[in-house]
Nanobody, 124 residues
């Protein structure tokens, strides 16, 4: 089966940092464009960041620009989301997803494969 598995979530204080990882199994991640999405309780899922298959292009949600950085290591079949200067409003379940087209950008409906999610909680 084609699977994406997120890890690296947890509880962190405001201003702290976390690095999320998205590891692929059953397929070559380097052939796919990858997006990070998040969903807070009672809220709609929103796109956070995405990266093209080669890593040459990236897109960010305005509220995370300058704080989050997406990157990938195709040799390790892994995509990362470095999250710095975390705020309480960043609290959500974060999902990794794979798309056949970079046109999807931060639109969830454009992604075919999804991970199970990892919880990020920013609280003092």
């Amino acid at each position: 089966q084609l699977q994406l598995v997120e890890s690296g979530g947890g509880l962190v204080q405001p201003g702290g940092s976390l690095r999320l990882s998205c590891a692929a199994s059953g397929f070559t991640l380097g052939y796919y464009h990858i997006g990070w999405f998040r969903q807070a309780p009672g809220k709609e899922r929103e796109g956070v960041s995405c990266i093209s298959s080669s890593g040459g292009s990236t897109t960010y949600l305005d509220s995370v620009k300058g704080r989050f950085t997406i990157s990938r290591d195709n040799a390790k079949n892994t995509v990362y989301l470095q999250m710095n200067s975390l705020k309480p409003e960043d609290t959500a379940v974060y999902y990794c997803a794979a798309s056949h087209s970079y046109y999807a950008r931060l639109e969830a409906t454009g992604y075919s494969y999804w991970g199970q999610g990892t919880q990020v909680t920013v609280s003092s």
